[in-house]
C-alpha cells in the first residue's frame, strides 16, 4: 500500500512556490545559453591552443546545459506530482521521501533509500 506524504498543505504550498521559482530561473539560463555560438574550427584568427580551450569550456557549457535541461523536467514533473496529490511520495516505493531531501533537492522523486539502491 502506498504511503502519503507528511507534508503539511502549507510544506507543500512552499514547495510549489519554490518549484515555479526554480523552473523559471533555469528556463531563463535556458533562454540566455541558446544564443551561444560554436567556436570555428578553423579559418579563425585565434590561435590553435586558444581554440582547443574555447571548443572545451563550449563543451563543458554544452553539458551544462543538458543537465539543467534534465533538472528542468524533473521539476516538471514535481510540479505535476503536487497537481496529482502525490508530491513528497517515493516514485520507487511508495514511502515518503522526507522534509530534509526535499529541501536540497525539491524536485527530487525518490527516498534516499531508493535513490542510493539506484546508483549502487
Known sequence: MLSMSELTPEQIDDFHAHLLDLKATIQDVLRQSAGERPVERSGSTIGRLSRMDAMQVQAMAQMGR?????RLMRVEAALQAIERGRYGVCREC????GQKRLDALPEAPFCMPCQESFEA
Open 94 to 97: 511508495g514511502e515518503p521521501i
Open 66 to 70: 543538458r543537465q539543467l535541461e534534465v
